[in-house]
């Protein structure tokens, strides 16, 4: 089963996931790729592996394609946790991150109750998505505070900072190549170099 969601994302969910309740909770598996693809290694084998522990698991499909990413994935991982919330209300959810898939994981991880790093709020434009696009119910799981807060982070090979030891391809992705050394860039680097 396929849903797609904000800006484009996709959540890739087993065609059976709405047939049963998992105590366990959902799963939702972020690949890596360094923001210019998305690893097959590190989506449906991950799955697969979850389920056969009890988990629901589900593969987002986050932009990988458009030339400058911005917020673009973080807010579409907060999506991501927001449908499932909404979906399969009162189990957990965990991010299961790789690589630049887990920099988005931890990014929203950190941030998930945070402003951009020009102080713009971060997730108002997906809460509207989410209210305008649910699946009928109660829309009063929109109104938590904690949302988009996962319930356990998994992070495997994480791009964490962007300092010294960065993964430049990685930035460069999500801010571009052109406004380098400007102030708002400088701001927006240390916004997403997670270990600040």
């Known amino acids: 089963m396929q849903i797609e969601g904000f800006h484009g994302a996709k ?30 290694r590190e989506s449906e084998p991950v799955a697969k592996a979850f389920r056969r522990y009890g988990y629901r698991a589900a593969i987002l499909r986050y932009d990988v394609a458009s030339d400058v990413l911005g917020l673009t994935p973080i807010r579409q991982a907060a999506w991501a946790v927001g449908k499932i919330r909404e979906l399969y ?28 790093w020009v102080g713009a ?3 108002d434009e997906v809460r509207r998505y989410l209210a305008d696009h ?13 949302l988009f807060c996962a319930d356990r982070l998994i992070l495997s090979y994480p791009v964490i900072t962007s300092g010294k030891y960065a993964h430049c391809g990685s930035f ?20 997403f170099s997670l270990e600040t």
């Open 134 to 146: 649910r699946d009928g119910g109660e829309v009063d799981f929109l109104r938590d505070s904690t």
């Open 121 to 123: 709020p971060l997730f």
């Open 172 to 191: 460069e992705r999500l801010l571009g190549a052109n406004m380098q050394d400007t102030e708002t860039y400088l701001r927006a680097l240390r916004w």
């Open 11 to 40: 959540l890739e969910l087993d065609a059976a996931a709405d047939a049963w309740v998992s105590e366990r909770g959902t799963a939702i598996i972020f690949p890596g790729g360094g923001y210019s693809w998305l690893s097959d």
């Open 89 to 116: 209300q009162g189990e957990p959810v965990y991010l299961v991150g790789f690589s630049a898939g887990a920099h988005c994981a931890a990014s929203l991880g950190v941030h998930w109750d945070n402003t951009d």
